[in-house]
C-alpha cells in the first residue's frame, strides 16, 4: 500500500507540480483520490485506471476539484473501458450541485452524477466506511465549508489530510499519531502578516505534528510564488520528526 502525491501545488498548478490530488493505493481493491485540482486527471493515468477509486473532497475551492467534470467525462464515455459501477463520492452538503454546474451543458442547469458516482456528505468526526479503507472529516477554518481527513487503511496505518485551513485544534485531533501527515503550508515559514483564517505557515504545520505526535510529517499546497524551504525551516522549529517536501509524483510507501 501507498500514497502517491499527484499533485501538492497550493491555490494553482505550478509546471510540473498539478495543483491538489493525493492517490491512497491500497494492495488490493480500489483506491481513494483525496481532491482533483487542475492537472491531476492527467498524472494519475500515469498510476492507474481513474475508473478505479472514490473520490474524496476537502473543499470546492477551484484547486480541488475542477478537474472532476473531466473525470466525469471519463468514467462515462471512454470508448473501451467506462466505469463499470458506482463509486462513492464524499464531500461537502452542496457538492452535487457546485460540482453539477460545472459539468452541466447549459448554464444554470445541474449534471446529475449519480449514474456514476454515490454521493454521501460528510458527518463531522464519524467513521465513514469507505472500501476497505474508514474515513473521518474534522471541520477546518476555511472560508467555505472544508474539511480534513484521517483515513485509516485495512493494515492500520493513519493517513492525515489537513486540507485548507487555518490553525485549529480539530487538526491535531485529525492528525493524531497519523503514520503520515499531509498538512498544508501555504504560508512559508511564518505567519507574520498572513491573512487571518486562511492557511498555514510551516511553524503551524510542525507545532500541529508534534502535539499530535505524527510519525512523517509531508509539507503541501505551497503555491508557485511561494516559500518551500522556509516552510520546512518553520516547521523544523516546533517538529523533530521527519519532514519531506512534496512533489507530484512523491510516493510514500505504507
Known sequence: MKVIVLGSSGSVGAPGNPASG?????SNGQSLLM???????AKMQEYQNPNDAHMLFSHLHPDHCLDFPSLLVWRRYHPTAPAQHRNICMGPHHTPIHLGRLSADIPDEVDDM???FDFHPWRIRHPHPIGDFTVTAYPTI??????AMRV???NGRIIAYSGDSAYSTE?????????IFLCEANWGKSCDNKAPNMHMCGQDAGIIATKANAKHLILVHIPPWGDPIGAMEGARQHYDGPISLSYSGMEIPL
Open 142 to 147: 476555511h472560508p467555505i465549508e472544508s474539511y
Open 152 to 154: 485509516t487503511a485495512p
Open 22 to 26: 493525493y492517490l491512497i493505493q491500497p
Open 171 to 179: 487538526l491535531i485531533d485529525c492528525a493524531r499519531n497519523a503514520d
Open 114 to 116: 449519480s449514474d456514476t
Open 35 to 41: 481532491d482533483i485540482g487542475p492537472g491531476v486527471l
